[in-house]
């Protein structure tokens, strides 16, 4: 199993004098690592969405390739790349996701019932609800909780398939002392057995969860 960006860059378009054109990521490579967290960490506009998206397979890069077990995740069409992703990446992407007309539950099953043809993992997904501190709101909708309660949603539901990858991003933002904790504590298992762990933050206290620490500015690893 492998997940690797070969010399990923990312261009965006910009409005100026000297340049149509902003480098958001130069090119890097890159690899996750079954069994660790990779945290990258990095002032605010470093790239470090930028880098996590494209390795997940929902934003192409401009150049290079992001190879997932030899396939280069680009190349694919959208129902073979959706059905890849799912499979094999859970993704914590930055800000909201959820689906308004569903419950939290039904939400965090939600991987599970748009690609398995296999029942909806009710329990497992009652048991993270549990983990991140969210039981009791099992059955309420999105628009009843707060911000802090829908990032851990997020979780987990990206924790529900047990993907071999694990790509989040500021998982913890805006949540207290005592959810960051079991946000980390629940990705520092995940990554325990077996899965390879990116984990993007500007939290301090993720550094003790984690087995390498990179830290991005100006779209490049310093
Ligand atoms: N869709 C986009 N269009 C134009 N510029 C973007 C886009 N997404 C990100 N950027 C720019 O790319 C840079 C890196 O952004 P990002 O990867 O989100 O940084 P970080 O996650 O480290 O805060 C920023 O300057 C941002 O403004
Ligand atoms: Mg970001």
């Given amino acids: 199993m ?11 378009p910009r409005a100026g004098k000297n340049s149509n054109v902003f480098t958001a990521v130069h090119p890097i490579d890159f690899n996750l690592q079954p069994g660790k967290i990779i945290e990258i960490t990095g002032r605010s506009g470093s790239g ?22 030899g396939t ?13 992703r799912n499979k094999n990446i859970g993704l914590i992407p930055q800000g909201h996701t959820a689906l308004l007309g569903l419950s939290i539950l039904e939400n ?14 009710r329990d497992r997904a009652m048991e993270l609800l549990t983990q991140v501190r969210l039981e009791e709101m099992a059955n309420e909708k999105p628009n009843e ?6 990032r851990r949603m997020a979780v987990a539901r990206a ?5 071999q990858y694990i790509l989040a991003d500021e998982p913890t933002a805006g949540l207290d002392e005592e959810n960051i904790l079991s946000v980390m504590n629940l990705l520092r298992k995940t990554a325990d057995n077996g899965s390879a762990v990116l984990l ?12 390498e620490i990179l830290t991005m500015d100006g779209g490049r690893f310093i």
């Fill in 2 to 12: 492998s997940l690797n960006a070969k010399s990923v860059q990312k261009d965006f």
């Fill in 48 to 69: 470090k969405s930028t880098l996590l998206n494209m390795l997940s397979g929902i934003l192409k890069p401009t150049s290079g390739q992001v190879l997932l077990d």
């Fill in 72 to 84: 280069d995740l680009y190349t694919l069409d959208d129902n073979e790349l959706s059905r890849l």
């Fill in 108 to 121: 965090v099953m939600l991987p599970a019932i748009l690609y398995s043809s296999s029942p909806a993992p």
């Fill in 145 to 150: 909780l707060s911000g802090g309660e829908l």
């Fill in 159 to 163: 924790l529900l398939m047990s993907s």
């Fill in 200 to 211: 993007v933050t500007h939290e301090q206290e993720a550094a003790r969860f984690a087995d």
